[in-house]
Structures are given as structure tokens and as C-alpha cells.
């Protein structure tokens, strides 16, 4: 939520969701009632609690446009609509894995609402970095987090990665004013090296001085 505020986008707590589906289909429609895009955490991977979306298509029915991504972090993500005879509504449904899912959030909930309130360029703003350190490229695109620094005498900013990239380690995040765009390995490539020029979506500040490694 402070993501979204922070965009300046209202937001609306609809609190905790029990894993069953009387639950989930109650909180669902009180909160598609509410707003005009929803977003949730959790319950979208493959384990018998992850209800979202068999309760959308059966409750709701809505129309599920995609249940996975090839991404790391953030596998598990759906995006659907809910459409009634006033309205339709999009579903967000982000892993309930706090990293996952503001990476997710920055990549697919920001430049939807951005879209939706008129910005001639919904997306935020990709620029060219150079790597600090070399790192090993995963089967997946990845987006690792990174601390961002452009001093006066260079021509593009470095990018520090955060720590340990495991998704489940929110300091990542936080510590993180970008998300790197990091290719899928290859027989090719199989990882990027120190110096090296890549894509990277700015998600915070700029640092005008030392680089935080959390």
C-alpha cells in the first residue's frame, strides 16, 4: 500500500482474507464493490490454499488473462478482470511473497494504474547502468535488486546489487531504488560481468553518495 501511495494513488485496506473460499469470495466481493482495480498478496501459486483463482473464475467470472509469469521474482501472478452490467474491475493478484510481490507491483500494478489515470508514458523509467560485481544469470528473466549512484564525473550510474537476492529477503527491497533487467541464461551467456552495461527500471531516488549494501 505505501507503493501505491507513494504514486499517489488512494488506497483502500480491505485487511486479511482467511485461506477458504467463503472467506476469500466474501472479502472479494465487499472490495469489487469498493475500488476500481484490486490488488492482493498470496494465494495464487499451486498448493490447496492458493484459492484466487478458481474463486474469480467460479464466483466472479471473470476472465483470467494470464496465471504465471516467466519472471524472477514472481512466478506465481495473475491478472484478471471482473465485468458486470456497470463496470469492470481488474484483479491484481501478486505472490504473497513480500519481495515477489513489489517487484510485480512495480513492473504490472504501477504502469496499469499510471495507464488508467492518463499518463501519455505509463511505464517508469528504464536507463542504462553499469554493474558493480558479476552476476550469474538464471533460466528466468530476472529483476535483482539494486542500489543506483550517478556522481557528477560519470557518464552513467552504477548499480550495486542489494545482498542476497533470495526472494523472500525484504531488505532487498528496500534497500533497492532499481529493479536490473536481467536476460535469461544461455548456453551463450550465463552471466554478466563487472563493468558491463545493462537495463535497469528506476525505482526510487537517486543516491548522490555512497551506495547502501543491505
Known sequence: MALFKEHGFPVIDLGIARDN???????????LEMVDVLVSSGGVSMGE???????????????????RVFMKPGLP??????TNERNKRL??????????????????VIPALRKM?????????????KVLSTIQLDP??????VGLKWSPDSTVPTAEVTGYQISSR???????NGLLVL?????????????EIVDCIVIGRFSSGIILIC
Open 91 to 108: 484483479v491484481f493478484g501478486l505472490p504473497g511473497n513480500p519481495v515477489s510481490a513489489a517487484v510485480s507491483a512495480n513492473l504490472f
Open 183 to 195: 536476460p535469461p541464461r544461455t548456453a551463450n551467456q550465463t552471466q554478466v560481468n563487472a563493468g
Open 49 to 67: 490454499k492458493d484459492l484466487l483463482k478458481p474463486v474469480l473464475k467460479e464466483h466472479f467470472s471473470a476472465e483470467l488473462h494470464y496465471g
Open 117 to 129: 489515470s492518463g499518463h501519455e508514458n505509463p511505464f517508469q523509467t528504464t536507463i542504462k547502468v
Open 77 to 82: 501472478n495473475t491478472f484478471a478482470t471482473v
Open 21 to 31: 473460499v467463503d472467506a476469500l469470495v466474501a472479502k472479494l466481493k465487499y472490495g
Open 170 to 176: 525484504l531488505l532487498s527491497m528496500t534497500c533497492a
Open 140 to 145: 528466468r528473466p530476472e529483476y535483482q535488486r
